[in-house]
């Protein structure tokens, strides 16, 4: 017992900030990010011993991700959302553009579909192969492939992407 702690410990230790990327590309927000990480590795703890024998148990743990945040996207009511506080001194340069573009990004990727999303973030943030990416998703590579492909091409259709792209907007 106190092995399989101590290597879920590592386990959680070395992949912690790779999966607590994923979460706020999936979620676009911090705290639901960081819940979402650690209702996976909840998920995770009781099952360890059999996870850590298999090949990948990150690609578990991103399964269980996946599955978790596709439940919580199926309920409806979103509640109420806590307004940012603004710092008290002014961040270092052009502090306006960069929200404009991360608001920008944010509302282009919440417009792809819950799939869409999903391999975006498995395929281009987390580099993962399409293997991977048809492995936690329980799909084929080819679906990974095309679903990734209507991503990109959603996303260029955007005309604040196309921009930081140097693109078109098509």
């Known amino acids: 017992m106190k092995a399989d702690a101590d290597d879920f410990a590592g386990f959680v230790e070395a992949r912690e900030?790779?999966?607590?990327?994923?979460a706020w590309l999936l979620t676009g927000d911090w705290a639901l990010a960081e819940d979402l990480v650690q209702t996976a590795l909840a998920k995770t703890w009781p099952r360890w011993a059999r996870?850590?024998?298999r090949d990948d148990?990150?690609?578990?743990?991103?399964?269980?991700?996946?599955n978790t945040w596709s439940t919580w996207r199926?309920?409806?009511?979103?509640?109420?959302?806590?307004?940012?506080?603004?710092p008290e001194h002014p961040a270092?340069?052009?502090?306006?553009?960069?929200?404009?573009?991360?608001?920008?990004?944010?509302?282009?990727?919440?417009?792809?579909t819950?799939?869409?999303?999903?391999v975006l973030v498995l395929r281009v943030f987390d580099d993962l192969s399409e293997a991977q990416v048809a492995s936690v998703l329980n799909c084929a590579a080819g679906t990974v492939k095309s679903t990734?492909?209507?991503?990109?091409?959603?996303?260029?259709?955007?005309?604040?992407?196309?921009?930081?792209?140097g693109l078109e907007a098509r």
């Not at 991360?102 to 417009?111: C, F, H, S, Y």
């Not at 819950?114 to 999903?118: K, L």
């Not at 991503?151 to 921009?163: F, G, N, Q, T, Y």
């Open 114 to 118: 819950d799939r869409q999303r999903a």
């Open 74 to 86: 199926r309920r409806r009511w979103r509640g109420e959302e806590a307004s940012v506080t603004l």
């Open 17 to 22: 900030r790779a999966l607590q990327r994923m």
């Open 57 to 66: 148990p990150e690609i578990y743990v991103r399964k269980v991700m996946l």
């Open 92 to 112: 270092p340069g052009d502090l306006a553009s960069e929200v404009a573009e991360r608001v920008a990004i944010g509302q282009a990727l919440g417009r792809l």
């Open 51 to 53: 996870v850590s024998a």
């Open 148 to 165: 990734l492909s209507q991503a990109l091409a959603k996303l260029r259709s955007e005309p604040v992407i196309a921009d930081l792209m």
